[in-house]
């Protein structure tokens, strides 16, 4: 019966459905009623309540309690798998949408990471497969060692780098830079969650970068920002380390650098958002914050990365930092360009003077 049914949804629609998906927990702005059901979705209400019910039995039989739960909102719920691992917390991050019978949820303790979708028997969502579809792992189960991937303190060459960039030793020892052993000399920046080592970025004298593999994204620096009403995030490790320098340990970096323009698509389901996973990983931290200063570079792949961002955090709560001039023509690229030419003051300075990002971006 509802085969046909599924039919009379125009195409239009449901992608619309799909592309105005709301990111939850990351974005405050209210897009319930972006969920208008189509008539034809209306014509039938039973059916629907009966799909729902089928739906709850089949979540409810793999452990997750969803009583609590409002359809079409993300919810937070105690993982049937970890139990919320050792801080016990509500990890389970989860969807139920009744207009399509579907429910996905992920798990956020990065020790579980335990991920999927199902769907009720008679849904029109645009799935794969009927009933559970487990999704990957967000998280390898290897576990990383400074040991295993071979890192040793930094020797005197990259001392003497970080020093040309006013980057303090006590700064890159509370964010444990570490450098390759062997010949090479070959920068390490490793990513922390909880103080575990969960992943490392290497970058070399001669800027080429490269991160270690099957490990999850995170932002760098997660753990400072942990509890952190205001975050500052920026676009590379060093400028990280720059704001510290300036005064604020409340920064994260993003992993992957900047993308080259803005997608002018709407938001995708998280599950589809690689390019972003990172926001995801870290929304324990990310939703709690009232205010977050986007410090990413001048330049138009920073501004694109700040607005992709906005978007997915929630504009409201946005700020961006805007780098001082350099001359008559140009402004400083980047935190750490403003921390070596200008020094710590100018910077937290420039950090200080945020405007709204909605105000700095009216179009
Ligand atoms: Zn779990």
Redesign the pocket.
């Known amino acids: 019966m509802l085969v046909g049914f599924k039919a009379t949804i125009p195409f239009t629609l449901a992608s619309k459905f799909i592309s105005t998906y709301n990111y939850g927990f990351l974005s405050i702005t209210p897009t319930t009623t972006l969920f208008t059901p189509p008539a034809s979705l209306k014509r039938d209400e039973n059916k629907e309540v009966d799909n729902y019910a089928e739906l709850k039995e089949k979540v409810e039989n793999l452990g997750i309690c969803c009583n609590s739960v409002t359809p079409e909102e993300y919810t937070r719920l105690m993982?049937p798998?970890?139990k919320g691992?050792q801080l016990i917390e509500r990890?389970?991050s989860f969807h139920m949408s009744w207009k399509r019978n579907y429910a996905l949820w992920r798990?956020f303790?990065f020790e579980?990471g335990?991920a999927g979708q199902i769907l009720a028997h008679n849904s029109t969502a645009t799935m794969a497969s009927d009933g559970v579809h487990q999704l990957g792992r967000m998280n390898s189960p290897r576990i990383l060692t400074e040991e295993n991937l071979k890192l040793e303190p930094l020797d005197d060459v990259l001392a003497a780098y970080f020093a040309k960039r006013m980057i303090s030793k006590d700064t890159l020892e509370r964010n444990h830079v570490m450098q390759m052993a062997g010949d090479q000399i070959i920068m390490a920046f490793t990513y922390r969650r909880n103080g575990m080592l969960i992943g490392c970025k290497y970058r070399t004298l001669e800027k080429r970068f490269w991160q270690e593999k099957g490990t999850d994204k995170v932002l760098y620096g997660l753990d400072d920002v942990r509890d952190a009403d205001e975050i500052i995030i920026v676009e590379g490790e060093v400028d990280k380390l720059s704001v510290e320098e300036a005064g604020f340990p409340n920064c994260v970096s993003v992993p992957n650098g900047a993308p080259q323009s803005i997608a002018s698509k709407e938001l995708i389901p998280p599950e589809e958002d690689i390019r972003f996973s990172y926001l995801w990983n870290c929304a324990e931290c990310l939703e709690k914050a009232s205010k977050i200063l986007l410090a990413t570079d001048g330049d138009l792949p920073g501004q694109a990365l700040a607005g992709e961002l906005a978007r997915r955090l929630g504009k409201e709560r946005c700020w961006q930092v805007c780098w001082p001039k350099k001359d008559e023509f140009s402004s400083y690229k980047d935190a750490n360009e403003v921390l070596v030419n200008l020094g710590s003051e100018a910077l937290k300075e420039a950090i200080e003077c945020a405007v709204p990002y909605e105000m700095q971006n009216l179009n």
């Open positions: 993982c798998k970890c691992g990890s389970l798990c303790n579980c335990w």
